[in-house]
Each structure stands twice: as structure tokens, then as C-alpha cells.
């Protein structure tokens, strides 16, 4: 095995190292905290240098196989530009919370567990977004879902103890689901490796019908760690229960491993088998026409659910928990209308990429509303909007960063949320669906509602006590900056989510990198 | 073929017999309940890897085409991982409950339930 292709793992590498070391460095809370923010930059240089990588190969896949066993006996880690893609959002936004947990968290706080938990969080995003193996999969969830749940009880009081409950039992239920249906598919199709589940599933030597099924299960956990409805109910109370900067990665990166599942294993993976029975309301003979009727009503059930309670919410981490269920159905809406699109075809290829890019704009924008939430937190004690008020007076650059937070997932020009919305309404346009059309709108005038209100109750009005933390601020607005450098140059941005969502539907380009046959 | 309906009837009754635990109100039978669908799944993860065969790891690797004689060895594999992995979420939640008790004086859901802000908001017409 040549050099170069360790960099598959580097990020990997980078965050169970700093993890540990954090680990081994508690009696050194300094040296913790500074080992801690230079393995976050050791992360983010490795995802950099892994898409360098990824860009640079003539087919855009890095094949790794651990320990030297090839495929399909082995388990690979997979780099492509899909995995590359939701690498950056889980690098920017989880380098953008440590320095801000650094300055959010008392000192004490952070010694124990927080830094070698965030990064064992980290080794779970990373790990989910490269392998290619089934049940690894499920492996890497469960390391991310490990670390997070102590990380939602991390205040262990009254309200974090409860959320934490109701966190930890949906997602136990969840991850024995997960496994049974992993346990089921592997009977059937007699194989965990991914690409080797495509082959067999494409070429008809497995039975499609009993994958069918089983994926649907699947489905329902990557519905609930995505949090999008009827599995959105664990989302409030997480949400407001964890500190600030976990919950920016909970929202921003977490929910967007959910995301990340059901494009890889629906759009490579399980579309490679037709359907061999007829269904009712299944129009076409892919899988992916069963699973696009699905996710168009859990993304309408979400735009709606999240707009409507997101407008009623008495405070501001309520507003922006409710805010993003109703988000993330505008992530599944195009994926929706790309899985009953023909398949391969411009549509899905557009569809997929419209749901990357508005991942991407969400993952930063709700990354910096939580922090921003977190530093109004720490500045005057609280994020109920009867108690605050004035702080665009108090602080116009924190009050400006908010802004252009706000304004990116409402969608205004030129920021990164205009084009993720625009895709949006471009891929309801090109399918002449009005449906598609309406539901985007609705959610669209009921984000300018929310934030309205937000910015009405705690930005103008009485200016109400207010202690500058500059470090918080300064990590809002730097996020603010990049989402308007985003907007500004976003042709490269679209370009690599296109590349992305290609990688993402050419199944024969997956299975040949990896197992190196001919689909 | 016996095998088959006995381990399928088995398999049932425990997720039947998990998801009952599940829906009490009782904390502590709650995380008995998720631990028993936990283990009723590597249960089903080993009846996956078939009775055909008696003897464990031995030549003709590769599950499904494997000589007769030879029971599958990967899936075995697989659920001493899951094993692990339910080992630390169960001592998780059970400290959890402990925890709860300890905040809330109760593992009763129903009280749980009652002091949360979203049943406090309901009852003001406040949340969704």
C-alpha cells in the first residue's frame, strides 16, 4: 500500500489522538485546552489535505483498506467527494465550537470529559462519513452517539438529566433497530461491504425483496438521528439541555451523519436493485421510487412542524432547536424529489446537490445561531426573549453576525442560504412539482417569521445587561465572514457539491473503486 | 427446519417482552427493556449466521457459500462487537437513572414528565 493513501484515515487519526491525549493531560487543564484547539486545527488540516487528495485523483475515490485486507473480507474506508464534501462542514464547524467552548465552558467544566469527549464525537462523524462497511457503520454511530450523550447531560441538572433520558433511550432503541436491519441485510445479501452489497444487489444475486424491507427499517434510524418528523421529538430538549457549542455541532454536523446515511446508502447503494414486486403509490421499478414518496412527507411533516412551533418557542435555543427540524426538511425535500427522479439523470444529480449545499449553509448558519445563542448565554445570563432585548445596541458586531446568521437561513443574496434555497425552489421548478413549490414557500415565510421575532425580541427594544465576551463574538463573526465568502464565491462551493452528488449516483464508479470490478 | 420457528418464536416473544418494558413508567424496567431488545437482536444477528454447521471457524470462509458443516463465523464476530458496544450503554443509562433519581427524587416517567417545560408549555396554549 503506497504512502499517500494513509491520508484517507489523517482526520481519523488526528481526532482519536487529540481524544486521547486530552484524556491523559487532565492534570494540565491548560496544556488540555491548547492540545485540544491545535488537535481541532490538526483535524481541520487533515480533512483539507483528504480533499486535496480526493480532488487530485483522476477518479476521485481513495480506497483504504484497514489492516491490508482487501474488499469485500476487509473493512475499507472510502473517500470520495460525497464523504470529502460533509468532511469540510464537520471540520469548519467543529473547529469553529472548540474555540468557542474554550472561552463558553468554566475552566473546571472542561477539565474532566468535555475536550476527549468532543473529539471522540468528532472520531464518530469522521469515521460514519468514510467507511464502507455496513456494520462499521453502525460501529462509528454508536461512538458518536456514546460521546454525545454525555455531552447532552454535561450540566447534569434537573432539565439535562431529563433530555439526556429521553436522548439516550430513543437512540438505544434505535441503534438495536439499526443492527437488526444490518443483521437482516447481511443474511440476505451475504455481504456488509457496501459496494459488494451494490454488486450483488445489481447484478440479482441477492433477493431484493427482503432488502427492501430491511432498508425501510434502516431508514426509520436514519430518519431519527436526522430528527426529521415523526422522529423529531427527542430534538428540543437535547438541544436546549447541551452546552452551546455541542449543540452547534448536534445540529450542524450530527443530524447531517443522518443526512450523509441516507444519501450513501439509498442513492449508491440500495438503488442498484429493482423492484420486483408492484407497490401502491410507487411509480417506477428503483428502490428509490419507494423512498421518494416517503421522504417528501417527512420533509413537508418538517418544514411545517418545524416553522409552525419555531415561531412559538419562549426562548432563543427553543427557536433555533424547532428551527432546525424544520431545516432539515428542507434538505430531504430535494432529495425527495432527486429519489423519483430517473434515475443517474441531471435531475437527481441536482436534487443531491441541492440538499449538500443547503447542508452546508445550514451546518455553518445553525452552527453560528447556536454559538451566537451560547455567547448571548454567557453575556446576560440567559436566552429567554421576556429577558433580553438591546443587544443590537449593546453589541452591533455580535448583533450583525447574528444577522447575517439569520439572514443566510432565511436565503437573502448574497449570502451562502440564498443558493441553498434556490436550488431548492430550482429542483421543485424542474420537476413541475407546485407541491414541492408551495411547501418550500411556506417553510420560507415561516423562517422570516421566526427570525423576525427572534431579532425583535432580543435585539431591539430595552438594552438589558450585557458583559462583552470577546472570543465568543469573534468566533461568531468569523463564521458570519465565511458565510458570506461562501455566497460571494460560490461557484466553487456548487461545483464540489455537484462533484459530491455525482459521486454520490455513480454507483459503477463506487463499486469499481472499491472492489474493482465492473458494475 | 424446527430450528427456525423455535428461534423465530424466541426471538419474538423477547421483542415483544422488551418493548413491554419499554412502555412502563418504571425507569429502571425502561433500560431493562432497551437492553433486552439490544440482546434479543444479537440473538437474531446469530441465528442470522445459520445451524447448518457445527463446527465453528474452519476453511470456506465467506458466509453464505460456505461448505456445508461450517457455521458462519463473521456474524458471530459481529455481535461480540454489538456485545461491547451494549455492555457500556447499558452501565451508561443505568448511571443515568441513577442520576435522575438523584435530580429529580423520582424514576417515575409520569412525575418525570410532569415538571418539563414542554408539559408546563402545553398547558399555557405555549408549544406546539
Known amino acids: 500500500m503506497a504512502a499517500p493513501d494513509h491520508v484517507v484515515v489523517a482526520p481519523l487519526l488526528a481526532a482519536l489522538a487529540t481524544a486521547i491525549a486530552t484524556l491523559l493531560l487532565r492534570p494540565l487543564p491548560r496544556a488540555q485546552r491548547a492540545v485540544s484547539v491545535l488537535g481541532g486545527v490538526a483535524y481541520a488540516v487533515g480533512v483539507a489535505v483528504l480533499y486535496r487528495g480526493v480532488v487530485a485523483d483522476p477518479d476521485g475515490y481513495l480506497v483504504y483498506a484497514l489492516s491490508n485486507w482487501e474488499a469485500p473480507f476487509g473493512i475499507v474506508v472510502v473517500a470520495d467527494p460525497l464523504s470529502a464534501f460533509m468532511l469540510v462542514i464537520a471540520a469548519v464547524v467543529g473547529l469553529a465550537a472548540l474555540v468557542f467552548s474554550v472561552g463558553y465552558l468554566d475552566p473546571a467544566d472542561q477539565t474532566l470529559a468535555y475536550h476527549p469527549l468532543f473529539h471522540l464525537m468528532l472520531v464518530g462523524v469522521t469515521g460514519a462519513f468514510l467507511t464502507g462497511d455496513l456494520f462499521n457503520l453502525f460501529v462509528w454511530f454508536e461512538v458518536m ?16 438529566t431529563r433530555a439526556a433520558l429521553h436522548y439516550a433511550v430513543l437512540n438505544l432503541i434505535g441503534s438495536a433497530v439499526m443492527l437488526l436491519a444490518v443483521g437482516g441485510i447481511y443474511a440476505v445479501t451475504g455481504t456488509l461491504n457496501m459496494a459488494d452489497i451494490t454488486a450483488r444487489l445489481a447484478s440479482g444475486a441477492a433477493d431484493p425483496v427482503p432488502v427492501l424491507g430491511l432498508s425501510a427499517v434502516l431508514f426509520s434510524v436514519f430518519a431519527l438521528k436526522a430528527g426529521i418528523v415523526p422522529f423529531q421529538f427527542w430534538v428540543p430538549a437535547a438541544y436546549r439541555a447541551a452546552p452551546a457549542p455541542v449543540t452547534a455541532v448536534l445540529a450542524g454536523v450530527v443530524k447531517k451523519v443522518g443526512i450523509y446515511a441516507v444519501i450513501r446508502l439509498y442513492f449508491t447503494v ?21 423512498f421518494g414518496p416517503v421522504m417528501f412527507a417527512m420533509a413537508v411533516g418538517s418544514i411545517i ?28 425535500l430535494p432529495l425527495a424529489v432527486a429519489a423519483t427522479a430517473p434515475d ?27 454559538l451566537g445563542a451560547g455567547a448571548a448565554r454567557r453575556a446576560t445570563g440567559t436566552t429567554q426573549f421576556d429577558d433580553l432585548g438591546g443587544l443590537s445596541e449593546r453589541d452591533p458586531v455580535f448583533a450583525g453576525s447574528f444577522f447575517l446568521g439569520a439572514l443566510a437561513l432565511i436565503g437573502i443574496p448574497p449570502l451562502s442560504g440564498f443558493f441553498g434555497k434556490f436550488l431548492v425552489f430550482d429542483v421543485g421548478v424542474r420537476a413541475g412539482s407546485t407541491t414541492v413549490l408551495g411547501v418550500a414557500l411556506v417553510g420560507a415565510i415561516f423562517t422570516i417569521a421566526y427570525f423576525s421575532r427572534a431579532w425583535n425580541r432580543a435585539f431591539w427594544g430595552e438594552p438589558v445587561d450585557y458583559e462583552r465576551e470577546p472570543l465568543l463574538v469573534a468566533v461568531v463573526a468569523v463564521l458570519a465572514v465565511g458565510l458570506l465568502a461562501l455566497g460571494v464565491g460560490f461557484d466553487p462551493v456548487f461545483r464540489a457539491a455537484e462533484a459530491a452528488a455525482e459521486a454520490a449516483v455513480n454507483r459503477s464508479g463506487y463499486v469499481d473503486a472499491v472492489l474493482e470490478v465492473e458494475l | 427446519m ?27 424496567r425502561v433500560v431493562w427493556g432497551v437492553t433486552i431488545m439490544a440482546q434479543a437482536t444479537n440473538v437474531y444477528l446469530v441465528t442470522m449466521g445459520g445451524f447448518d454447521g457445527s463446527v465453528p471457524v474452519f476453511g470456506g470462509h465467506g458466509g453464505h457459500d460456505a461448505a456445508a458443516g461450517v457455521q458462519d463465523p463473521l456474524v458471530q464476530a459481529l455481535v461480540l462487537t454489538a456485545i461491547v458496544i451494549g455492555f457500556g450503554t447499558t452501565a451508561f443509562a443505568l448511571v443515568l437513572t441513577y442520576r435522575v433519581y438523584e435530580e429529580h427524587g423520582t424514576i417515575d416517567l409520569q412525575q418525570l414528565g410532569e415538571g418539563s417545560p414542554d408539559a408546563a408549555a402545553t398547558e399555557d396554549g405555549g408549544d406546539a
Open chain 1, 145 to 160: 452517539l456514546m460521546a454525545s450523550y454525555v455531552l447532552v447531560v454535561f450540566y447534569s441538572g434537573p432539565e439535562h
Open chain 1, 270 to 290: 440500495f438503488a442498484a436493485a429493482t423492484l420486483p414486486v408492484s407497490l401502491p403509490f410507487v411509480a417506477g421499478e428503483s428502490f428509490l421510487a419507494f
Open chain 1, 305 to 332: 412542524f418545524g416553522g409552525v412551533a419555531a415561531v412559538n418557542q419562549p426562548d432563543l435555543d427553543g427557536l433555533l432547536a424547532y428551527s432546525s427540524i424544520g431545516q432539515i426538511g428542507f434538505i430531504v
Open chain 1, 344 to 370: 443517474g439523470g441531471e435531475l437527481m444529480v441536482l436534487g443531491v446537490a441541492a440538499a449538500l449545499v443547503y447542508s452546508l449553509n445550514h451546518g455553518l448558519a445553525k452552527g453560528l445561531l447556536f
Open chain 2, 2 to 28: 424446527t430450528t427456525t420457528y423455535v428461534m423465530a418464536s424466541v426471538l419474538g416473544l423477547l421483542y415483544a417482552f422488551g418493548t413491554f418494558l419499554v412502555l412502563r413508567r418504571d425507569l429502571v
